[in-house]
């Protein structure tokens, strides 16, 4: 699997070869692609060898020597809730779908209740665009693209749905680089939401919103705010911080916080590039088949132009079964 970035020309080429392919890229390069085995989202963010800021070129995660089969569906928020039960009994889903749409937020409010969704891996990443362009609604140009039709969408998800061999087996792996600090108060709210305010902080009942705005933001010096960290039968998830509303005395997230977790701060002062770098050595032998990660990493790393070990693509939020933020979402085939 030769996961790169190639020029549009290339990547026609490899369409009209019958190439089982997740692409990522700007909206103008993924325009008018021919029909193929192929789904799409955009992004200009990305890890080819080094860290890279590119709307020319289009990355392509290449699944065509381990596909047995492969197929493709694209969803609406009504029927989103049916991408498991269309999974092949032996294979792996990659998916795409745009932020800040009605699919995006039904998704990520619910995908853990759908229907067989551990039946197979559900990986992918969140449609974006250039941060520099995110707010600027009116003409945010993000977009998902499927190979049955060529098309673009702004408000579906697409999934690309393969069948591995006998001999092999696939399986989503996360690495989050944040630590929980410990020494600061444990946040529970009462709802599962993307949107909250009443909480209970260390036990009392408190707003989110007064929270980040009186705690939080002066502990980071008055520069702003960080991700809230919980456990989740061991595993450390992040909440990105999207708006700290205090007149509404509500904070919105990149991804819905749980009702019940524990949440609290993420510990300052790490080293992105070095313990990205770690962490995928560290998998040794592994074969990834595709990698998706957040442009939290991207740019709290200083990512841009520096060596990177594993090539993939960043974008607002990474997926493995939920939304998530701040990870690193790897998809790994086993040989029998």
Known sequence: MNNKLYNKESVVKLIEEGHVMLLSGSDKTLAGLPKGKWVAGTTPYFMDGVGKVDEENIFVDDFTDIAKDAKIEVFDSNNIHEIAKKGYANGFIVMSLPIDTDIYFEF??????????????????????????????????????????????????????????????????????????????????????????????????????????????????????????????????????????????????????????????????????????EAIKSKGDSNIAACFSCISYFFGGSFEGRTICQNGCYAFGEIAFQLLNKTIVTLEIDKA
């Open 108 to 277: 990520s409010t619910n995908s853990l209740e759908y229907e067989d969704i551990y039946n197979n891996p559900v990986v992918g990443f969140v449609a974006c665009c250039n941060f520099n362009d995110y707010g600027n609604f009116g003409q945010l140009k993000t977009f998902v693209g499927s190979g049955l039709d060529g098309q673009l969408y702004p408000d579906k998800a697409v999934a690309l749905y393969v069948e591995l061999p006998d001999n092999m087996a696939a399986r989503a792996e996360i690495i989050n680089l944040d630590t929980i600090d410990e020494s600061t108060s444990k946040v529970v709210f009462p709802k599962t939401s993307f949107f909250q305010s009443d909480c209970t902080i260390d036990g009392k009942p408190g707003n989110i919103a007064d929270y980040f705005e009186n705690v939080v933001k002066p502990k980071m010096g008055g520069k702003g705010y960080t991700q809230m960290i919980t456990s989740q039968n061991g595993a450390l998830i992040n909440r990105d911080t999207k708006v700290v509303d205090i007149k509404k005395g509500e904070v919105s997230f990149f991804s819905p916080a749980y009702e019940g977790d524990e949440y609290y701060l993420v510990k300052p002062g790490t080293d992105y590039l070095k313990l990205f770098n």
